[in-house]
């Protein structure tokens, strides 16, 4: 069968020689190559991805969220799709988060504002990590494994999903009416929802009012979940101490954006959860032999909610 792929990213050849080792029978042209596929393999495809390609019976992300797709203006109708489900980025998001968390409750961003004034601060702001609260919104494949690294290293954690949920150790609240709850006494605030029409944006000023005074963000989502002016005027008003963000809007940032030099923002430019080469490609390789033998994919996506 033929496989069309596309993937622009540093890595591609690692990622390329993968595929062709897990799917040797399966003959792959690399875009703008054409075949007439029968599947795509893609991330973040251009414009005219799918013009050439009349005959996709499924269509694969190679990442776990499909905002790429769900939002590319030539994704052809009735086409299912199947996404990455933690492929090991968890581990990775996991470790850049604790560091977000860790830099928080440790107050880094207030010493790195007092080394630049040259002032000598020794007051006391060390919280201890069983009484600091992180409240994760979205705890699916990456966000449960986010929480469970939190949990070991000693941390509350609170977690908000769509459906009612329960994780072990984990407070869990669901749902907008819940939101009010959820977002009391956490002291940094991590996003790890996938972007859809009901969450973009949601990152706002109506969020951050509620956090408790001085909370810290961290998102490793999408850029398009943060309200961009909310944020700088939470930071302003000292209603945020601070924010890290692996993701912006718009990618890559451009030069003069505020968040490049703001003194409170940590940018990091997309790689918090950077694709694992070798469980992506064997999680895609076994999910297309799944589709072969006639059962249901893994990580399909519901097209209607946008995830
Ligand atoms: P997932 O398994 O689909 O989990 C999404 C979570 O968000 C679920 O708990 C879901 O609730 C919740 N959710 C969705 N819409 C919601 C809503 N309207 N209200 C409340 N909760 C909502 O997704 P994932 O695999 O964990 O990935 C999450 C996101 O991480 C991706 O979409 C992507 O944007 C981002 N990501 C970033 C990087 C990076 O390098 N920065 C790498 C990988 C992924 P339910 O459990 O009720 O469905
Ligand atoms: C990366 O951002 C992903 O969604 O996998």
Same mark, same amino acid.
């Given at each position: 069968?033929?496989?069309?792929?596309?993937?622009?990213?540093?890595?591609?050849?690692?990622? +390329?020689?993968?595929?062709?080792?897990?799917?040797?029978?399966?003959?792959?042209?690399?875009?703008? %190559?054409?075949?007439?596929?029968?599947?795509?393999?893609?991330?973040?495809?251009?414009?005219?991805?799918?013009?050439?390609?009349?005959?996709?019976?499924?269509?694969?992300?190679?990442?776990? &969220?499909?905002?790429?797709?769900?939002?590319?203006?030539?994704?052809?109708?009735?086409?299912?799709?199947?996404?990455?489900?933690?492929?090991?980025?968890?581990?990775?998001?996991?470790?850049?988060?604790?560091?977000?968390?860790?830099?928080?409750?440790?107050?880094?961003?207030?010493?790195?504002?007092? %080394?630049?004034?040259?002032?000598?601060?020794?007051?006391?702001?060390?919280?201890?990590?069983?009484?600091?609260?992180?409240?994760?919104?979205?705890? /699916?494949?990456? /966000?449960?494994?986010?929480?469970?690294?939190?949990?070991?290293?000693?941390?509350?954690?609170? /977690?908000?999903?769509?459906?009612?949920?329960?994780?072990?150790?984990?407070?869990?609240?669901?749902?907008? +009416?819940?939101?009010?709850?959820?977002?009391?006494?956490?002291?940094?605030?991590?996003?790890?929802?996938?972007?859809?029409?009901?969450?973009?944006?949601?990152?706002?000023?109506?969020?951050?009012?509620?956090?408790?005074? &001085?909370?810290?963000?961290?998102?490793?989502?999408? /850029?398009?979940?943060?309200?961009? +002016?909310?944020?700088?005027?939470?930071?302003?008003?000292?209603?945020?101490?601070?924010?890290?963000?692996?993701?912006?809007?718009? +990618?890559?940032?451009?030069?003069?954006?505020?968040?490049?030099?703001?003194?409170?923002?940590?940018?990091?430019?997309?790689?918090?959860?950077?694709?694992?080469?070798?469980?992506?490609?064997?999680?895609?390789?076994?999910?297309?032999?799944?589709?072969?033998?006639?059962?249901?994919?893994?990580?399909?996506?519901?097209?209607?909610?946008?995830?």
């Amino acid at each position: 069968m033929s496989i069309i792929f596309y993937y622009n990213n540093e890595d591609r050849d690692v990622v +390329e020689s993968q595929l062709r080792a897990e799917l040797p029978e399966h003959q792959i042209a690399i875009w703008p %190559q054409t075949n007439q596929s029968k599947y795509a393999i893609v991330w973040n495809p251009p414009e005219d991805f799918f013009d050439q390609q009349p005959d996709l019976q499924c269509i694969f992300s190679i990442a776990a &969220g499909v905002d790429h797709l769900l939002d590319h203006p030539g994704l052809p109708a009735n086409v299912p799709i199947a996404r990455l489900e933690d492929a090991g980025m968890g581990e990775k998001i996991a470790e850049y988060v604790l560091y977000g968390v860790l830099h928080a409750q440790r107050s880094m961003t207030h010493y790195a504002l007092a %080394q630049g004034a040259e002032h000598w601060d020794e007051t006391p702001r060390d919280r201890h990590a069983h009484k600091f609260t992180v409240g994760i919104l979205g705890i /699916g494949a990456i /966000g449960s494994v986010v929480a469970s690294r939190l949990l070991l290293n000693g941390y509350k954690v609170k /977690g908000w999903s769509r459906r009612e949920k329960t994780l072990d150790g984990v407070d869990c609240y669901h749902g907008q +009416e819940q939101i009010p709850a959820f977002l009391s006494q956490v002291d940094a605030l991590v996003c790890l929802l996938p972007l859809t029409p009901e969450t973009t944006r949601i990152l706002n000023r109506e969020i951050f009012n509620q956090l408790p005074k &001085g909370a810290y963000l961290i998102n490793a989502a999408r /850029g398009r979940h943060v309200h961009n +002016e909310d944020l700088l005027a939470a930071l302003e008003v000292e209603q945020l101490s601070g924010a890290l963000l692996d993701v912006t809007e718009p +990618e890559p940032l451009p030069a003069g954006h505020p968040f490049w030099h703001h003194p409170k923002i940590v940018v990091t430019p997309h790689v918090a959860g950077p694709t694992q080469a070798s469980e992506s490609i064997k999680q895609i390789a076994d999910n297309i032999k799944r589709f072969e033998a006639g059962e249901p994919l893994s990580g399909l996506v519901d097209i209607s909610r946008g995830y």
